[in-house]
């Protein structure tokens, strides 16, 4: 194909298709097929619709050898080029040329209603795409003169982001898993920072009779107060010795504190 020349295109291809002699309109009501003597058609065979540029051409063709019969080069459409009857959706009204300027209006028609269907649309899309085209065109030329995008927010129009569970590229999602605990169950609390000492047994007196809380950590209890805790504990530490030599002796006796 030569730079510049336009290729052919196939729209739609109908396999049977009927033409008859439309007699001339005394006025301006529409064409009736009802006129046309549908039982005794002038020529069958089969259309062919292509194009080529902006121009669509209703080519009707022998069945067998393809050969050429008429041909009707259409502009636009809908125009007086192709024109439905009044009384039927199967049926047009063509103008057919033969290429010297010469021109017939002859009427087709299809056997089925879906083949008529399938000609207004296949006429309809082609112009359809001549449109846009068009339009584009004029858009290239005069950028400045289309519709401008506009994508800033409008007054008190909010937005919504939901990144919980956005996948990372490994696959794995972003959201916090619980960590797992040890084998032996839950994780135990750690004790209480070295350097602090123990509560005083007069601390704990003094927090019962008030029945208030106790800060914790404690403050650094004193020398004389670290003494007393001392003794205290002493106490309980010298009756849980002679508890546990008596328990030898006597696995029945009881040891009072």
């Given at each position: 194909?030569?730079?510049?020349?336009?290729?052919?295109s196939?729209?739609?291809?109908?396999p049977?298709?009927?033409?008859?002699?439309?007699?001339?309109?005394?006025?301006n009501?529409?064409?009736?097929?009802?006129?046309?003597?549908?039982?005794?058609?002038?020529?069958?065979?089969?259309?062919?619709i292509?194009?080529?540029?902006?121009?669509?051409?209703?080519?009707?063709?022998?069945?067998?050898?393809?050969?050429?019969?008429?041909?009707?080069p259409v502009?636009?459409?809908?125009?007086i080029t192709v024109?439905?009857?009044?009384?039927?959706?199967?049926?047009?009204?063509?103008?057919?040329?033969?290429?010297?300027?010469?021109?017939?209006?002859?009427?087709?028609?299809?056997?089925?209603?879906?083949?008529?269907?399938?000609?207004?649309?296949?006429?309809?899309?082609?112009?359809?795409?001549?449109k846009q085209?068009?339009?584009?065109?004029?858009?290239?030329?005069?950028?400045?003169?289309?519709p401008?995008?506009d994508?800033?927010?409008?007054?008190?129009q909010?937005?919504k982001l939901?990144?919980?569970?956005?996948?990372?590229?490994?696959?794995?999602?972003?959201?916090s898993?619980?960590r797992?605990?040890?084998?032996?169950?839950?994780?135990l609390?750690?004790p209480?920072?070295?350097?602090?000492?123990?509560?005083?047994?007069?601390?704990?007196?003094?927090?019962?009779?008030?029945?208030?809380?106790?800060?914790?950590?404690?403050?650094?209890?004193?020398?004389?107060?670290?003494?007393?805790?001392?003794?205290?504990?002493?106490?309980?530490?010298?009756a849980?010795?002679?508890a546990s030599?008596?328990?030898?002796?006597?696995?029945?006796?009881w040891v009072?504190?």
């Amino acid at each position: 194909m030569a730079e510049g020349e336009e290729y052919e295109s196939v729209l739609c291809v109908k396999p049977e298709v009927h033409v008859y002699r439309v007699p001339p309109r005394a006025s301006n009501r529409g064409y009736r097929a009802a006129e046309w003597q549908l039982d005794q058609p002038a020529w069958s065979g089969r259309m062919r619709i292509t194009a080529k540029g902006n121009v669509a051409y209703i080519k009707l063709e022998d069945k067998n050898s393809g050969e050429l019969f008429a041909q009707a080069p259409v502009d636009q459409f809908p125009s007086i080029t192709v024109e439905g009857v009044t009384d039927s959706s199967r049926y047009f009204v063509i103008r057919i040329e033969d290429g010297n300027g010469r021109r017939a209006f002859i009427g087709v028609g299809f056997v089925d209603r879906g083949d008529a269907f399938d000609f207004n649309v296949a006429l309809q899309d082609h112009f359809k795409w001549v449109k846009q085209q068009s339009e584009l065109a004029k858009q290239a030329l005069n950028p400045d003169q289309g519709p401008k995008l506009d994508l800033g927010f409008k007054e008190g129009q909010t937005i919504k982001l939901n990144i919980a569970n956005v996948k990372k590229k490994d696959g794995s999602s972003s959201a916090s898993r619980p960590r797992a605990t040890g084998s032996g169950g839950p994780s135990l609390i750690p004790p209480p920072p070295g350097g602090k000492t123990a509560l005083t047994g007069e601390q704990l007196s003094s927090a019962a009779e008030a029945d208030v809380s106790i800060p914790w950590p404690p403050p650094q209890a004193s020398n004389s107060t670290a003494e007393a805790a001392a003794d205290i504990w002493g106490d309980f530490t010298k009756a849980s010795g002679s508890a546990s030599s008596q328990a030898q002796q006597s696995s029945t006796s009881w040891v009072q504190f």
